[in-house]
């Protein structure tokens, strides 16, 4: 239980993989959804893509589009949110 917490477990890790459940994202599109600091969300993402959660797709657009999406790996976690949501509908909400 200790590692799975200590690999995924920090605050931005959780919102950023919460956040990309089911659609890509740009990293503008995360930085205001996680509230996240550029530098902190970088530094994030780049953990997240070193660990196999997520990937991340650039398009030679001008400006160039940088895209983020859960692999696999990633996207297997979202029972786990679910469960976390529906604990918290039950115990944290009146």
């Given at each position: 239980?200790?590692?799975s917490l200590d690999e995924i477990g920090s605050r931005w890790r959780l919102a950023v993989l919460h956040d990309l459940q089911g659609e890509e994202k740009r990293f503008?599109?995360?930085k205001?959804?996680?509230d996240a600091s550029a530098r902190t969300l970088?530094?994030?993402l780049d953990d997240?893509?070193?660990?196999g959660y997520v990937t991340r797709r650039a398009e030679a657009d001008a400006p160039v589009a940088t895209y983020y999406s859960?692999?696999?790996k990633g996207a297997s976690l979202a029972p786990v949110f679910d469960a976390v949501e529906r604990w918290a509908a039950e115990?944290?909400?009146?």
């Open positions: 239980m200790i590692d503008n599109e995360l205001r959804s996680t970088s530094r994030v997240l893509r070193e660990t859960l692999t696999e115990w944290l909400r009146p």
